[in-house]
Each structure stands twice: as C-alpha cells, then as structure tokens.
C-alpha cells in the first residue's frame, strides 16, 4: 500500500495541507479514498442511515450570495413564507412518519423573530425529536436564546475556506466572521454542521484543501458537502459546476479526517447524478434529508436548477430514502441520531 494511504489510514491526525492538496491533484488514489472512507463510516457510525426531514420554510433572503437561486436580487423567484401554524403543522405530520430530527431551513429572513423562532422550537420538540434550525447568521444573543429553548443542532456550512473566495462570493459577509458564528455555535452547546461546496469557480485543489483542515479545526459535527451548481438566474450562471469524482473524494477524505461526524449524502448530489446520493452512502455518507417542504411552496425554494423532489408526492421522499437506504443494505436509524461520542478517537 502506498504510504500516503497507510498515513491516512493510521495517522490521519498529522495529515498535512500539502498532504491533501497533492490527493485532491491526482485520481490515482481515488478507488483507495473511497474504500477506506466506507471501511471508517462503517467503524465508527455503523451501518445506520439517520433521516433528517427538512421544511424550507421561507425562500426569502436579505443576502445577495453569488451562486445561490434565493439571493435578494433574483426576481424571477416567487417569494414564500410559511406562517408558525404551517411549520408546526408539518411538523407533526413529520413526527407522525416516525422521523426523529426536524430541520428548518430558510434564506435570511428577519420576518422570523427571536420569540417566533423560539416558540417554534419549544412546540415542535414538544413532539420527541431532535431540531436543527438552518436559517444563516443570526445575532449571538438569538443562538442562546434557541439552545435554551431546545433547538440541538445548527447548520452553516463555512461554503469554502479561503477567504478570498469566500468574500467574492459573499459581498457582504468575511469568512472570519462565518468562522466565529461556527465556534459560537459549538460553545452554546449546538452539534454545528459546516461545508462546503465543490467546483466554485475559482476554486482549487489547494482551496479544497483548506476546507477540509478548517472542518478538522471545527471538528464539525455534521459535514454537508454537494457540488457547485451553476443557477441560470445568478451572476454565476456561465461557470462551470462541481463534478461527481471531485465532490465524492472531498465527503470521503472528510469521512476520513472527522470519523465520528455525520456526513448527509446532499440533495445537490442526487441533482448532478441519479445515483449520486447512493454513491456518497457508499463513500463516508451516514445521513439523508428527504425535502418535507409542503406544496405549493416546494418549487420555489430553488438554490440551484435541476434539483430533486421537486415535484414528489407530498411525504413521497420519507418512503424513498427508506427503500434506498434497504438497497444498499444498510439500516433506516431508529434514534435521534446525535454524534456518537468516543473517548478517544
Ligand atoms: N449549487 C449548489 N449548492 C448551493 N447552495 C446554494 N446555492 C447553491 C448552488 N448554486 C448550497 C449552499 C448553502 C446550501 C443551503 O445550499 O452551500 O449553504
Ligand atoms: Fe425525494 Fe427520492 S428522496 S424522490
């Protein structure tokens, strides 16, 4: 066996940035990453696939990120927000199908304030499942103020961690700053998701590299990696997207750095593959998140063109995770499906 693999294999911790740059330069290892990435899932997360319901539950943004459908300046996006009782209702439809973690996931949307947010964590946990909320930064004071009222877990991937890039594609917002928000997060007590995504233009081996040191430096407890879509009605339209190899080798090299973490296999991979979600499954991926976002509001919450789901039955999604998760012989997770936590690893 070559000896960068055995490094990865029995040394991940001294992996260096060179390290990685050179394995995200060259495909003459890729068959080998793979492998061991499943070999590691299946050590330390087992053979479980959590599901992770999510409702998008407003399409609104006040930013203006480049590559994203929802940004301020598209107009040819109809606009939705779903009223508390809504969201609460779905909920508990939600909790009924026996699916234990919930995820509200918005654009930036300061319609939803400090109290309504909290009253909604406190009325959907009252239904025994796990809350991660996904609605981008919000002011320290509000983080606490959720943890206290419940909410377990927040997502926001750090989106790349180069910081030239990062502030490229976010006008109004600093990588550093994204940064702080993460560690306030994991202070407050929150399992805190970041990623990124693969294939932004201008975005690199190198680049790619610094991702995944900076998910080691997080120790990210959930890691949400899809490729670059490009979206026909953003400032990014012409460029060129992120491809099924890269954005594989990228979930299973942080597979193989954070083992314990839970890593979803993302919506944005079943949109650039058929199978693209049952690839990364087999390549470090623990989780699913079927879209519960109700109609007729499901189409607009648009990020990206050609993404799955769209147009499924109303709760269609909860009973094909599960038969895709029976195809490939693993086990639909019965539990909330926190991060495992091991003395050492
Ligand atoms: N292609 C792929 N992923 C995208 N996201 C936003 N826009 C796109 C796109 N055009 C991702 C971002 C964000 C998550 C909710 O969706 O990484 O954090
Ligand atoms: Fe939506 Fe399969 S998960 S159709």
Same mark, same amino acid.
């Not at 063109?305 to 269609?316: G, H, R």
């Not at 009973?319 to 998760?325: G, Q």
């Given at each position: 066996m070559s000896e960068i693999i055995n490094k990865l294999k029995t040394k991940k911790d001294s992996i260096t940035y060179e390290e990685l740059v050179y394995l995200l330069s060259t495909d003459k290892y890729d068959q080998q990453i793979f492998e061991l990435a499943d070999q590691i899932r299946k050590k330390y997360v087992g053979n479980e696939v959590h599901i992770r319901a999510i409702i998008e539950f407003s399409n609104i943004c006040k930013m203006d990120c480049l590559y994203c459908g929802l940004r301020k300046q598209n107009k040819n996006l109809k606009r939705y927000r779903m009223k508390p009782e809504e969201i609460l209702e779905r909920a508990k439809l939600i909790a009924e199908r026996n699916i234990k973690t919930i995820v509200l996931q918005s654009g930036e949307d300061p319609f939803y304030t400090t109290e309504i947010i909290k009253d909604l964590i406190i009325e959907i946990k009252k239904l025994g499942v796990a809350v991660t909320l996904s609605i981008g930064e919000r002011e320290f004071e509000e983080y606490k103020i959720w943890k206290e009222a419940g909410a377990d877990r927040y997502l926001m991937r750090h989106e790349t961690a180069d910081s030239k890039l990062y502030k490229k594609l976010h006008p109004s917002d600093t990588f550093e700053n994204r940064k702080k928000h993460l560690f306030k997060l994991k202070e407050l007590g929150y399992e805190v998701g970041a990623g990124c995504m693969v294939g932004l233009p201008g975005q690199g081996p190198k680049e790619l590299a610094k991702d995944l040191i900076f998910l080691r430096e997080l120790d990210s407890d959930m890691i949400g990696i899809g490729p670059f879509i490009p979206n026909p009605d953003t400032p990014l339209k012409s460029e060129k997207g992120g491809d099924l190899n890269t954005t594989l080798k990228v979930i299973a090299l942080a597979r193989i750095l954070i083992p314990t973490a839970n890593i979803p296999a993302t919506t944005a991979m079943g949109s650039i593959h058929p199978f693209g979600r049952q690839l990364a499954l087999k390549c470090g991926a623990n989780v699913i998140m079927p879209n519960l976002t109700p109609n007729p509001y499901r189409p607009n919450y648009t990020l990206y063109?050609?993404?799955?789901?769209?147009?499924? %039955? #109303?709760?269609?999604c909860i #009973?094909?995770?599960? %038969?895709?998760?029976k195809g490939l012989n693993r086990k639909v997770g019965e539990t909330h499906g926190f991060r495992i936590k091991y003395s050492a690893v």
């Open positions: 063109p050609n993404k799955i789901c769209l147009f499924e %039955a #109303d709760t269609a #009973d094909c995770v599960r %038969a895709m998760i």
